[in-house]
């Protein structure tokens, strides 16, 4: 991060550091900016200005990497880790989406790639020549931190490869459909010396009728680095600034 950080009040958001890495002083609270109705580049500004938020979550296949770009440009590179992710299955592939990645953000660097959407132990075998490209990039210093991340899977979780330096799962049974929820937790947790980082907290909101028991039992978990969390809107952004700030230690 920027030497500088935070430009703005620091009261308003928790800040850490994603184990494993040398990834500091992030918010508590990552911005998705995966979901359909997400709203473009300004909604980071104001979550980045007003609130704290300096982790921002995006893909490829989302079509949010060039809205990341014109944030950053405002807000200022180095102020702000970058988490993003690959679903390439080659070497060709791999490099394709890093370089698609860095231009369409105007990135000389990103924080943490993920290989995305790993559905058990095949996909790890599959995946292998992406895997090859991003540990390249990371020993050349284009890439801090690489990672994986699984809606459904606790077996992945369990065997992750050694390389693997951050995981980025769902914690919601709405999601996960090979293994239970306290599975996942089981399973993240024997990971804890590893990057962890919680999404679906909400399952895609179907359990956003249960907001303080869903945040609570995300936050609960002390060995979860920080929650991904899709927000839409300036006052959903609040919601979550503000309870991560007043409820995680």
């Not at 690489?146 to 769902?170: C, M, N, Q, R, Y």
């Not at 993240?188 to 009728?209: E, W």
Request: aromatic share 8%.
């Amino acid at each position: 991060m920027g030497k500088n950080f935070p430009s703005y009040p620091e009261k308003k958001m928790k800040y850490t550091t994603i184990k494993n890495t040398r990834i500091q002083r992030v918010s508590r609270l990552c911005y998705g900016t995966g979901l359909s109705r997400y709203h473009g580049h300004r909604l980071l500004v104001t979550a980045y200005k007003k609130y704290g938020i300096n982790f921002w979550d995006t893909a490829d296949c989302y079509g949010t990497q060039k809205d990341v770009g014109k944030a950053l440009k405002e807000v200022g590179r180095d102020n702000v880790a970058i988490m993003t992710k690959i679903d390439s299955t080659t070497e060709t592939g791999a490099r394709n989406k890093i370089k698609i990645a860095l231009k369409e953000m105007k990135t000389k660097y990103l924080d943490i790639v993920l290989l995305h959407g790993i559905q058990g132990m095949a996909d790890f075998a599959r995946r292998k020549p992406a895997l090859k490209v991003l540990l390249n990039y990371k020993n050349k210093g284009i890439i801090k931190a690489v990672g994986f991340s699984t809606h459904s899977s606790p077996k992945a979780v369990l065997k992750a490869p050694k390389e693997i330096d951050v995981i980025l799962a769902s914690i919601s049974e709405a999601r996960i459909d090979r293994g239970t929820k306290e599975e996942m937790i089981a399973a993240l947790k024997s990971q804890k010396h590893k990057g962890i980082i919680a999404m679906k907290v909400f399952g895609a909101g179907k359990h956003i009728h249960e907001y303080k028991k869903r945040m609570n039992f995300a936050i609960k978990h002390k060995f979860i680095d920080a929650l991904n969390i899709g927000m839409t809107n300036e006052r959903e952004i609040k919601q979550n600034a503000n309870y991560i700030y007043k409820h995680y230690k």
